[in-house]
């Protein structure tokens, strides 16, 4: 029986990626990492994981946090449309029909298995994710929300009460939780969702009017600025 050349003994070498695609490699298996395992593994096993070796990984990404970090930009910040903003403040439209289409949106973006779990792991673990997202949910959807709504009610304008946006947040919340239901939980759910959003907005906008109306600024009551 003849030997095997050295052509065919050879082992298939992985094409090495460039430096940048590397890095994004890294995050995409670093996003589906955090996303089935949690916050709780070392860079050790994370670089396990990935394949790799910790001090390559850490040629990339000094620390844990700084990966997370990247994480956060990768699953959060890269997928906030920037037409969410303007859409909410768009007041040729009625302000039901504004929330209707922002939130059916917005849930095709956030009703995403990875999202929702990387969001409930760094709460458990007190991952900073949590913290710096639902501040820009509060700054730039909730807020703008509310600041509409008195335009809407014929209100004066006046900046958002913690009071206000906790009422908000129990609107959004709700909708959130119908997300957090089908892709966690796998409970079984209305498969309406159109219908699940606009009954949340209704019952948000009524209540909301008669809070406005009823529980008008004190002075010198602490107010979002």
């Not at 090495?16 to 949690?38: C, H, M, T, V, Y």
Request: charged fraction near 30%; include cysteine; proline fraction near 7%.
């Amino acid at each position: 029986m003849s030997k095997p050349n050295a052509t065919q003994t050879e082992t298939p070498k992985r094409k090495r990626l460039p430096s940048p695609e590397r890095r994004q490699d890294f995050i995409n298996k670093a996003i589906e990492f955090f996303a089935e395992e949690g916050f709780e593994s070392s860079t050790r096993g994370l670089a396990k994981k990935l394949g790799v070796t910790q001090p390559l990984l850490y040629r990339y990404f000094p620390s844990k946090d700084d990966l997370i970090s990247e994480v956060y930009g990768a699953v959060y910040v890269n997928r906030w449309l920037p037409e969410w903003e303007p859409l909410l403040r768009d007041r040729s439209r009625p302000l039901t029909e504004r929330l209707n289409t922002f939130y059916n949106i917005y849930t095709d973006v956030i009703f995403n298995r990875e999202w929702m779990r990387i969001y409930l792991f760094s709460g458990l673990k007190g991952v900073d994710i949590n913290r710096r997202y639902m501040q820009l949910v509060r700054q730039r959807i909730l807020e703008p929300i509310l600041i509409e709504a008195r335009a809407e009610f014929g209100l004066p304008d006046e900046p958002a009460r913690d009071c206000e946006v906790e009422f908000a947040w129990v609107m959004h919340g709700g909708i959130f939780y119908y997300g957090v239901r089908d892709l966690i939980y796998d409970s079984v759910i209305s498969n309406d969702k159109e219908r699940v959003i606009s009954d949340a907005i209704v019952a948000f906008m009524a209540g909301l009017e008669i809070k406005l109306r009823r529980d008008p600024p004190s002075k010198g009551e602490p107010q979002t600025v």
